[in-house]
């Protein structure tokens, strides 16, 4: 098999707990988005338009669904003969087998994989990020400065930054300082955890994170910050464009909005088109008295009500007279005659009672930690007959929270 420039890792098995009822049954990276996508579809598809053919995807919880979408990678123009889409799940080894301990671990795990195209780059990204971005142009900065790891940054809403990575450049974009998740930022310069590193580089330093029992095993807290101490060379690498780290149930809701607000997640430019493995349905339908305003509707939709300001997904019905505002409506859901949903995301095949209300009014026993920001959620295939108040998460059953 001849040598790889650069090959891909994308870290894709984390639970995403703070998403609520969303990923009870799957991977945060499966979870739909804008339409007719999953989350994951963003990472392949920069991959495939950066002309990285070889992605290895490293998967652990709720797998199954995650794995079936992804298939063989034609989707996303990545099932070449000589790389391709690899699924990565932990995996037994002659003594023992482990769950991946750290996003470094994954990694580690997986080190006969690399070793197996012989790369002179890595490319590390995460599957949970809505974003378009163009890789060759950060491994070719990457190579002219000569860098052992380069890191790309954003800047980030100061009062969020304690979430992030947070990092300083030298004039010649050389990092000087960096600290996971600071309580006290002292910049507002994040990571967007996408790094490119020198393979011979990151082999080692995976085996040295590997034999320290003290390590978290994670790229953040122990590879990266060690790389600087001892004096390596890491760079930053400016971005400029749209980025969302898409964690919580309201950065999810925001990031959905902003397809219908902002130019600058433009999912269906030709130049950089978002590839998915949709499936090809009849046309939406909307009745002659149905009401349309700033939404993308998505094939196989049947509207005859007012829709205003909300992504609606494929086969979804908004009975007549029903009202739905600033809200995400996924796959097959429900809302039926008269009801008004606002501000919600609506799970896959739910159902909205006639007459109910979500997101204004109604009981307050399902509030939820989860939901923040005034948004509400409803857990797939639930069922929902009484009015719901702002930032309740219905899960319909014992562990509504």
């Not at 898409?246 to 902002?262: H, I, R």
């Not at 995301?345 to 939901?371: F, P, Q």
């Amino acid at each position: 098999m001849k040598q790889k420039e650069c090959i891909a890792m994308i870290l894709a098995g984390g639970q995403g707990s703070r998403l609520g009822i969303l990923t009870k049954r799957l991977a945060k990276p499966a979870v739909q988005f804008g339409g007719k996508y999953r989350i994951i579809d963003f990472p392949l598809t920069n991959c495939a338009q950066s002309g990285i053919d070889t992605v290895g995807i490293l998967t652990q919880y709720k797998p199954l669904e995650l794995n079936t979408y992804i298939g063989n990678g034609q989707a996303w123009d990545l099932d070449v003969a000589d790389g391709g889409v690899y699924i990565l799940p932990p995996y037994m080894k002659e003594t023992a087998g482990e769950w991946y301990k750290g996003t470094a671990n994954a990694i580690y795990q997986n080190i006969e994989f690399i070793d197996k195209f012989n790369p002179s780059h890595v490319l590390v990204l995460s599957g949970d990020h809505i974003y378009k971005m163009n890789y060759a142009k950060m491994l070719a900065y990457h190579k002219k400065q000569e860098a052992d790891v380069t890191i790309a940054m954003i800047p980030v809403d100061p009062s969020e930054a304690s979430r992030f990575g947070i990092l300083s450049c030298d004039e010649e974009g050389r990092i000087v300082s960096f600290e996971e998740k600071p309580k006290v930022p002292k910049s507002n310069t994040a990571s967007m955890g996408i790094y490119i590193f020198r393979w011979d580089v990151l082999r080692r330093e995976l085996i040295a994170d590997e034999k320290d029992k003290s390590s978290d095993n994670d790229f953040g807290k122990n590879i990266i910050p060690k790389m600087l101490r001892s004096g390596q060379r890491l760079y930053g690498y400016k971005f400029e464009g749209y980025w969302k780290d898409v964690g919580t149930v309201a950065s999810l809701w925001q990031a959905n909005m902003d397809l219908l607000d902002s130019d600058s997640l433009n999912i269906t430019d030709e130049s950089w088109q978002i590839l998915s493995q949709s499936a090809l349905m009849a046309p939406h339908f909307i009745a002659a008295h149905a009401k349309v305003q700033n939404s993308l509707i998505t094939e196989g939709c049947y509207v005859d009500g007012d829709v205003r300001h909300c992504i609606i997904f494929d086969g979804v019905t908004v009975g007549k007279g029903a009202q739905v505002v600033d809200s995400v409506v996924l796959s097959g859901a429900k809302i039926m005659k008269g009801a008004r949903v606002v501000k919600t995301i609506v799970g896959e095949n739910a159902v909205v009672g006639e007459n109910v209300s979500v997101g204004e009014k109604g009981t307050d026993e399902y509030l939820s930690k989860y939901c923040t920001d005034g948004v509400s959620l409803i857990g797939a295939g639930v069922t929902v007959n009484k009015d719901v108040s702002p930032n309740s998460m219905i899960t319909g059953g014992k562990d509504d929270d």
